[in-house]
């Protein structure tokens, strides 16, 4: 088997914070994709609707 060598510098090991974790939330849920998958799948969307203001990290 081939395996490229990847490049140490390319990599980045490092978590991203809580504030960039909640960003990327919201502009996910304002997308489009995110909207057609709600739409096409309604238990999804009760589902969401029913732990939206749940604390799920501590």
């Known amino acids: 088997m ?3 060598k ?3 510098n390319s ?3 490092e978590m991203e914070t809580e504030d960039q974790y909640k ?3 919201k502009n996910y849920r ?3 994709e995110y909207s057609k ?3 096409l799948y309604p ?3 009760s ?3 029913e732990c939206k203001d749940e604390i799920l990290v501590a």
């Open 6 to 8: 990847i490049n140490a």
């Open 23 to 25: 960003l990327k939330a």
């Open 11 to 13: 990599i980045n090991l």
């Open 2 to 4: 081939n395996f490229s």
């Open 30 to 32: 304002s997308s489009e």
């Open 47 to 49: 589902s969401i609707n």
């Open 37 to 39: 998958m709600i739409s």
């Open 43 to 45: 238990i999804l969307k």
